[in-house]
């Protein structure tokens, strides 16, 4: 099978390039045809001699995507259904989001997604593997492709967990930032992470740059564990003690994200706990309303009690904001990707 070349960053290009017998400055050229000319096969690429062009069509794929499927939402928003193309017909989804500052694109990093979130419509999809670095990258390039637009912020917010394919996210980010590549800084880039603890001491080492948001939803371990079985490994605590690691190295804000769903965790009582929990931290609390999946137990929280909330929160020192919805007529607001549903359409 070969190689997708849009896995490999300048360095290792200049390696496979090495090794085909070739000379590593060619990496720069391929490096430019791919990201800022946009081609679409190796035949653009003219200034590699025709023996290179072939070599390369013969060793590497493009990864280009086929769009399955595209809805767009009242509200502007696009939701992307694309088959990745590889061996088996594998289905991810992407959606691009329109903000006064810009687009943003929400990527998925997995085919699935092995958390078992009871709220999220990720759940229960059969967990089919991680996606490559260039797989992660093709989202941004198809859909700019697609839409004539530049993305100038980039979410893992989609199917899967990011820091559950921390290599191949982490390499797909440095392509991103590379000048030479994408362009696009670290600050323009959020990981959201249901709170794989390790994962985040490893990205607080690595003095990582982009915005590291972490889905929290509930201020005691009870609560918690319900929604989220991962909290079971790693609890509020150690959670909180891996955030506060992070800050200190980084100095960097960390967005934690709260699903309000009615009854559960929207009540004042756990807004003090919330408050108690993060007070005195470099932080941002992102409330959600829950979106209601089918299988899902969960309701949107009332928009008087999700105010109450932010409310509360805002009136104790901790800065707090309710996200806009978007794209949920088309299911591609949050937790809402399911590539199984659109399987079955
Ligand atoms: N696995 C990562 C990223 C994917 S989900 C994570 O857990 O953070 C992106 C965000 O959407 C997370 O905060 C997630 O908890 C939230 N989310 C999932 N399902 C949701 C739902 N039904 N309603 C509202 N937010 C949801």
Redesign the pocket.
């Known amino acids: 099978m070969k190689k997708n070349i849009k896995n490999f960053d300048i360095d290792d290009l200049k390696e496979e390039l090495k090794a085909l017998g070739e000379k590593p400055f060619r990496a720069e050229q391929i490096f430019k045809w791919i990201y800022q000319d946009r081609a679409n096969s190796f035949d653009e690429m003219t200034n590699l001699s025709l023996d290179l062009r072939k070599k390369l069509d013969e060793n590497y794929s493009l990864g280009l995507f086929n769009i399955e499927k595209k809805l767009v939402s009242v509200d502007g928003t696009r939701k992307y259904l694309f088959d990745v193309q590889d061996e088996d017909k594998n289905l991810i989804e992407s959606v691009l989001m329109e903000y006064h500052h810009g687009y943003t694109i929400c990527v998925t ?1 997995q085919f699935g ?1 092995k ?1 078992g ?1 009871k ?4 759940t229960g999809i059969p967990f089919g593997g991680n996606l490559s670095p260039g797989q992660i990258i093709e989202q941004i390039l198809e859909i700019e492709k697609d839409t004539g637009v530049k993305i100038s912020n980039i979410v ?7 820091l559950d394919n921390f290599d191949n996210v982490l390499k797909a980010i440095e392509i991103i930032n590379n000048p030479k590549g994408l362009n696009i800084g670290a600050r323009h880039i959020s990981i ?4 794989l603890v390790p994962k985040i001491y490893e990205l607080a080492d690595r003095k990582m740059q982009c915005t590291l ?3 929290l ?1 509930a201020s005691n371990n009870n609560t918690r564990s319900s929604m ?1 079985p991962v909290n079971n490994a790693y609890p509020i605590e150690e959670l909180m003690k891996a955030c506060k690691y992070y800050i200190e190295k980084t100095n960097k804000r960390i967005s934690f ?1 709260y ?1 309000l769903a009615k009854d559960n965790n929207d009540n004042l009582e756990d807004a003090k706990d919330l408050v108690k929990l993060l007070q005195g931290m470099l932080c941002h609390v992102n409330l ?6 089918d299988s ?1 137990k ?1 309701t949107k929280s009332t928009n008087e009690s999700i105010i109450k909330f932010r409310d509360y929160l805002n009136n104790h020192g901790i800065v707090a904001t309710i996200r806009r919805e978007l794209g949920s007529d088309i299911a591609a ?4 990707l399911r590539k199984q549903n659109i399987n079955k359409e």
Request: aromatic residues 8%; contains cysteine.
């Open positions: 990093s997604c958390m979130c709220f999220c419509a990720s893992f917010m989609g199917v899967g967990e990011p959201s992470t249901s709170g948001s972490v889905s939803h989220m994200e699903a959600i309303p829950i979106n209601k999946i899902g969960y607001a949050c937790g809402q």
